[in-house]
Structures are given as C-alpha cells and as structure tokens.
C-alpha cells in the first residue's frame, strides 16, 4: 500500500500545504511543525479533560474505559490478568470511510 510517515515527513508536507491555501511563500518547517504540535495538544488535552473530539470529516476521538481481563500469553500459554486501562478511541466518519474505499478499490 503506501508508506508509513512520521512527524519528520509530515512537517514538510504540512508546510507546503500551509503555502498553497495561505498564499505565503515564507511558511517555514518550524511554522508547520509548530502548527502540528498545537493541533495534537488541543486534542490531548481535550480528551484529557474528558471531551470527545470530533474533527469533521475524518472522524472522532473519545477516551473509553476498559475492563479489566483475563487473558493468556500465546507464547507460553500462562494466564495474564491485565488490569483495567484507558485508550484513545477512533471512530472514522462516514465520508472518510467512503473516500478510502473509493480510492482503494482494486
């Protein structure tokens, strides 16, 4: 499929869009990665807080709960209690899901 990016290759690309819709030529990398870092902080510290974060299409973020669980380690098959934890959960939108099949179709 496609490759894997981390921040060190979103930076540039973020920069370059950030030229194209603003129309500004000098939007340097430090702009762009100092936009990415405030967007990733609204949203942790919003769902710190307890707050879903819904970002229009693409999707929503929420904090869920898990139970604790027994469960059991396939390499040697020992029972593991894992205990209760919180996760990030993603739930894609609708429009999102429907452009990713239709530019994925084979």
């Not at 939007?27 to 970002?55: N, P, Q, Y």
Request: net charge positive.
């Amino acid at each position: 499929m496609g490759e894997k990016l981390n921040k060190k290759e979103l930076v540039p690309l973020i920069r370059d869009k950030l030229k194209e819709i603003s129309g500004n030529d000098k939007v340097t990398k430090d702009d762009a990665e100092m936009a990415l870092d405030s967007v990733f902080e609204v949203i942790k510290k919003s769902l710190l807080r307890g707050d879903k974060v819904g970002i229009w299409g693409f999707g929503t973020f929420e904090i869920r709960k898990r139970k604790a669980r027994l469960d059991h380690d396939f390499g040697n098959g020992i029972k593991v209690d894992i205990p209760e934890q919180y996760g990030v959960k993603c739930n894609f939108s609708d429009k999102f899901k429907k452009e990713l099949n239709e530019k994925l179709k084979i």
